[in-house]
């Protein structure tokens, strides 16, 4: 039993400086650059009232941190009536924050943001990987610069718009060759399903 148990232990060590390796290459893309204006922009979309952050990652992650700063983000980006986040709370109360950060969350997947792009709540919440934070509100300053649909503020040179008519382009020059390149791998994927059901299905055969 010793024996087993030294191993074990020896493979948790090694995963506790892998993790904290890992921790250090993410807080390496966390950008000082962006965070300022990433906090130029939330401020310009939702006024002074939010106030302005620290400098430095932990001051950006504590003025986001519960949740309300974000949600207000994400409201000021659509009419009043339509609104995603209907109640706004400051609540010192760690569940209450994240179900904030969560609701936004959901609110910027709905706006267009994909999932890929989108961090985990306790990225934030905890600071895990405020690069992933900068990330997300990234790709929603993009999409709401692309829309055009008069509820973006700011200096629109901070974030690029999407380039909507490349991906336009780009399907009609090529969706025949899109179609046929589809075609044959479909029959190659059919035929290579067929081979493995009755693969499978000899040595059942067999058994029974």
Excluded at 85 to 104: D, H, L, R, T, Y
Aim: with cysteine.
């Amino acid at each position: 039993m010793a024996a087993q148990a030294a191993p074990g232990m020896a493979n948790k060590g090694p995963s506790y400086g892998l993790s904290r390796e890992v921790q250090s290459k993410i807080d390496k893309k966390y950008d000082p650059e962006l965070e300022e204006r990433l906090t130029e922009w939330i401020m310009a979309q939702c006024g002074a009232g939010v106030g302005r952050p620290e400098a430095g990652k932990t001051g950006f992650q504590v003025w986001l941190k519960d949740g309300s700063v974000l949600s207000e983000l994400i409201n000021s980006l659509y009419n009043a009536g339509e609104r995603p986040i209907k109640k706004i709370q400051n609540s010192g109360m760690a569940f209450k924050q994240m179900e904030q950060v969560s609701q936004f969350l959901q609110a910027a997947e709905k706006y267009g943001v994909v999932k890929t792009d989108i961090f985990q709540t306790v990225d934030l919440w905890e600071g895990k990987d405020m690069a992933a934070v900068q990330r997300t509100l990234m790709a929603l300053g993009c999409l709401a610069v692309t829309k055009s649909d008069g509820h973006y503020k700011g200096d629109p040179s901070w974030f690029h718009k999407k380039a909507q008519e490349n991906r336009r382009d780009f399907s009609d020059d090529q969706l025949k060759e899109g179609k046929s390149v589809i075609g044959l791998q479909m029959g190659t994927n059919k035929g290579a399903s067929q081979a493995g059901m009755t693969g499978y299905g000899r040595p059942r055969q067999i058994i029974n």
